[in-house]
Nanobody, 115 residues
Framework: QVQLVESGGGLVQAGGSLRLSCAASGSIFSIAAMGWYRQAPGNQRELVARISSTGTTYYVDSVKGRFTISRDNAKNTVFLQMDSLKPVDTAVYYC?????????WGQGTQVTVSS
């Protein structure tokens, strides 16, 4: 059983930074790709960033150069460093673990960026 717990969300002014963390239980973390998604009110959930088990990263165009995804396999944790935040980044952020047959999701953490 895999459980994911996000933390680090909050309220920040435009131009500020936040660092999200996602702690995973289970023994498959080190061999699994991880991702961060977000969902704003009225919008579909969208992929923000993804990192493979070996550290290869992918970012959606809207966050390139501002967000950085990383992982610490020794601590079963994936991070999302968010800099130069904009009001359009306001959303609930979810981490996911890409399993072999299903994806596992955390409960989400709210990020609110004020203008």
């Amino acid at each position: 059983q895999v459980q994911l717990v996000e933390s680090g969300g909050g309220l920040v002014q435009a131009g500020g930074s936040l660092r999200l963390s996602c702690a995973a239980s289970g023994s498959i973390f080190s061999i699994a790709a991880m991702g961060w998604y977000r969902q704003a009110p009225g919008n579909q959930r969208e992929l923000v960033a993804r990192i493979s088990s070996t550290g290869t990263t992918y970012y959606v165009d809207s966050v390139k150069g501002r967000f950085t995804i990383s992982r610490d396999n020794a601590k079963n944790t994936v991070f999302l460093q968010m800099d130069s935040l904009k009001p359009v980044d306001t959303a609930v952020y979810y981490c996911t673990l890409y399993g072999t047959s299903i994806n596992y999701w955390g409960q989400g953490t709210q990020v609110t960026v004020s203008s």
